[in-house]
């Protein structure tokens, strides 16, 4: 499978961004999917996930802020960010389990993309 994450870049507190990840290779829709991201000198953080059916977990970082959504027809996965603060600044990778309908959390294992920037400026 392959993940490419789109969509970063250099923003200012309280805007907005999206990020996008495609994901090629397998049926699209029977994978749970999820982001996590990596501040400067920090370890990788959960930001949050989307299961095959729809259902969303988050962080508690960014609950209320960021929305995970899916359109399995474009075979693409969204993080809506909102309300963006300095400490959103970090690499985003986007996520998916190995296993179809799958109940893993252990995401270390899960196949990652490459990353994508995000910036915040206040």
């Known amino acids: 499978v392959q993940l490419v994450e789109t969509g970063g870049g250099l923003a200012q507190t309280g805007d907005s961004l999206r990020l996008s990840c495609t994901a090629s290779?397998?049926?699209?829709?029977?994978?749970?999917m999820g982001w996590f991201r990596q501040a400067p000198g920090k370890e990788r953080e959960f930001v949050g996930t989307i299961s095959w059916d729809g259902s969303t977990t988050y962080a508690d970082s960014v609950k209320g802020r960021f929305t995970i959504s899916r359109d399995n027809a474009k075979e693409t996965m969204y993080l809506q960010m909102d309300d963006l603060k300095p400490e959103d600044t970090a690499v985003y990778f986007c996520?998916?389990?190995?296993?179809?309908?799958?109940?893993?959390?252990?995401?270390?294992?899960?196949?990652w993309g490459q990353g994508t920037q995000v910036t915040i400026s206040s």
């Open positions: 290779g397998r049926p699209f829709s029977a994978y749970n």
């Open positions: 996520i998916t389990d190995r296993s179809k309908y799958g109940y893993s959390t252990v995401y270390i294992a899960w196949h």
